[in-house]
């Protein structure tokens, strides 16, 4: 069975652009959550996504969006860039939410915004 | 405020001895206690958990303990090989399945 794949896994953006991430997850899990890692902070949750519908989301600003087809793949969209913004960002995918919080992560992409 | 926290940024253990991990939290309503390792350039990847209502959970080498009323766990390596170099974070469930994260300790094994 094919893991969590993300793409791009390398960005580099200009402060003030916009970028969308992408995270497939693995076949038959539906629930696909958005973290941000940066250095010292371990990782912070973004969003959760389950059939389509934004489940959770954590406390970060409205410039940060998402969403999840119905396919369950997911989207992650960042708006206005700003240099705060480099980190890796991680999509994590289980069965449904909850799982026991077990979840399976892809290789994240590493955004740098310069 | 950090719910979940790991103070030790690092550790450094010899070969064949045991690693020990620890972390501390604040929420008495976590009920859910998962430890996750992650190599560079790759996703963390489950390791163990375990469920509030335990103190021990065992995995072959690794053991987590939960203290329930010092709102601390910790995860045991023994003995400890070259490829648990890694970081390993901690995280706690909420009641509403949302996972807390710790900042991570980088666990480095010496031949």
């Known amino acids: 069975k094919a893991g969590v794949t993300q793409t791009p896994r390398y960005l580099i953006k200009t402060r003030g652009q916009q970028v969308t991430l992408s995270c497939s997850p693995i076949s038959g899990h539906r629930s696909v959550s958005w973290y941000q890692q940066t250095p010292g902070q371990g990782l912070q949750f973004l969003f959760e996504?389950?059939?389509?519908?934004?489940?959770n989301k954590g406390n970060f600003p409205g410039r940060f969006s998402g969403r999840q087809f119905s396919n369950s793949r997911s989207e992650m969209n960042v708006s206005t860039l700003e240099l705060g913004d480099s980190a890796l960002y991680l999509c994590a995918s289980s069965p449904i939410p909850g799982a026991g919080g077990e979840q399976y992560f892809g290789p994240g992409t590493r955004l740098t915004v310069t | 405020d950090q719910q979940v926290k790991q103070n030790s940024p690092s550790l450094s253990v010899q070969e064949g001895r045991i690693s020990i991990l620890n972390c501390d939290y604040t929420?008495?309503?976590?009920?859910?206690f998962l430890w996750y390792k992650k190599y560079p350039a790759e996703g963390p990847t489950f390791l163990i958990s375990i469920s509030s209502i335990k103190d021990k959970n065992e995995d072959g080498r690794f053991t987590v303990f939960l203290n329930k009323s010092a709102k601390h766990l910790s995860l045991h390596i023994v003995p400890s090989q070259p490829g648990d170099s890694a970081v390993y974070f901690c995280?706690?469930?909420?009641?509403?399945?949302?996972?807390?994260w710790g900042a991570g300790t980088k666990l480095i094994i010496k031949p």
């Open positions: 995280a706690a469930s909420d009641s509403n399945y949302q996972l807390i």
């Open positions: 929420n008495s309503m976590f009920d859910y």
């Open positions: 996504y389950f059939s389509e519908t934004q489940r």
